[in-house]
């Protein structure tokens, strides 16, 4: 970690929904950020925000707290079709920003959201997706130093609820970056592409909307090739049948499940639910924001021990090289090699949400320090999934031209 100024970011928040909530723990752990205003357009939620941080100032829309000159730079955790129209804002108002996951809905918006940060002069960092999470960092450092010899292979399976949870009506509408696809595929392509160097050169692709009363894209599959040649499988499967959490034996019963933590006999109720529509989506998703008893439980209770790790989001993900191959354990990394298995742990212990994130905006605002994720490289993530979609339309595989190498001072 880059060390040198101790003067705190000042931070801002558009959007105080569900996403926000998981990164507020790491703001107010971290002494280089203050979390210092919000906005959003829901009352409740701004109230319940005042409530808990009562020094920090509350605006009702993006352009009001855009003008606040104490502002320094702003999390845009909006609704995906929002990201795009409120960096160009950020950054026009001379602030330095981070979008959340995916970075926009096509090349055209990210384009303008890199050409807003460029002519401005700020920083425009790509976050929140799990290419950040330590396991993914810990496998690109053994991938980086050699010790298994050179990275061949990339295979990435996540089977989930993600249809099952709470979910408002863009968030399952493609037009609008909803669906597993760019809801997910973030995760799982910015890890690839960390773990693979970056530059991907052909991308093949499905996706799948099966279910008539949960009308978006609930799965999809690629396979993609580097410059390199090594080749990546990826695989999202968001119905909740089975569950990629099911395959390892320390994940128990309760907590499989990504936002909430369904239990198989509550995903039974809940697909009865959506089947008769008789599930009240706008309650269920306002009890996972702030002020919830679930954002008590899942984001700000401290555990006793350090929790193992689960494959939700990210899925199971095995790095095969020359000599051996990289899998996630229960608090570590399975390295497989020719003198036989290791569970070895990570340099960092705990993943807490956003955290490396801010400290990668930090340490390039205060020590200028590199933006490893900047709007390029988001810009490069957000091409696969509209190959993907690309794909699955034209049965074609897609030559990608905007692709971008992750540094090799990353991680280091």
């Known amino acids: 970690m880059t060390t040198g100024s101790t003067r705190p970011l000042k931070m801002g928040i558009i959007g105080v929904g569900v996403g926000a909530t998981q990164i507020m723990p790491s703001m ?65 108002s001379g602030k330095h920003a981070v979008s959340e996951k995916p970075m926009a809905l096509n090349m055209q918006e990210a384009e303008a959201m890199v050409e807003a940060a460029a002519r401005n002069n700020v920083k425009l960092l790509c976050g929140h997706t799990l290419g950040f999470s330590p396991p993914v960092l810990e496998m690109r450092r053994i991938i980086q130093s050699g010790e298994l010899g050179p990275l061949k ?48 050169r052909t991308i093949r692709g499905t996706t799948g909307k099966w279910w008539p009363e949960r009308n978006g894209v609930g799965y999809y599959a690629a396979f ?13 499967n968001g119905y909740g049948y089975s569950m990629t959490a099911d395959l390892v ?6 907590g499989r499940g990504l936002i909430e933590g369904y239990t198989h006999d509550d995903r039974i109720r809940i697909r009865a639910e959506l089947k008769a529509g008789t599930r009240d989506e706008f309650e269920a998703k306002d009890s996972l924001r702030i002020g919830s008893d679930h954002e008590r439980r899942f984001w700000r209770e401290t555990p006793t021990e350090t929790p193992p790790w689960r494959p939700a989001n990210l899925g199971i993900l095995v790095a095969t090289c020359e000599r051996g191959d990289l899998r996630q354990s229960r608090h570590g990394l399975y390295v497989y090699k020719d003198g036989g298995i290791e569970d070895r742990p990570l340099t960092i212990s705990r993943y807490h949400a956003g955290r490396e994130d801010l400290m990668e905006l930090y340490n390039a605002i205060r020590n200028d320090a590199p933006v490893y994720h900047d709007g390029l490289w988001g810009m490069a993530t957000l091409e696969l999934i509209t190959g993907i979609m690309e794909s699955s339309q034209t049965g074609k595989d897609i030559q990608l031209t905007h692709q971008v190498p992750m540094s090799p001072d990353y991680g280091a």
């Open 28 to 92: 107010e752990s971290l002494d280089q950020i203050e979390l210092m205003a919000a906005a959003d357009t829901n009352p409740r939620v701004l109230e319940a925000f005042k409530a808990r941080y009562p020094d920090a100032r509350v605006y009702d829309s993006a352009e009001a707290l855009c003008a606040d000159p104490d502002v320094e730079a702003v999390w845009v955790a909006t609704p995906n079709n929002f990201h795009s129209p409120h960096v160009v804002l950020v950054a026009n």
């Open 249 to 254: 034996p320390w994940s128990d019963e309760q």
């Open 153 to 200: 292979a990339l295979n990435n399976w996540a089977f989930t609820d993600w249809m099952l949870q709470a979910r408002q009506p863009e968030e399952l509408d493609e037009s609008r970056g909803g669906g597993v696809l760019y809801r997910q595929g973030p995760h799982q392509l910015d890890s690839l592409r960390v773990l693979g160097g970056g530059m991907v």
């Open 224 to 236: 993609m090739e580097f410059e390199d040649g090594v080749t990546a499988t990826v695989t999202n």
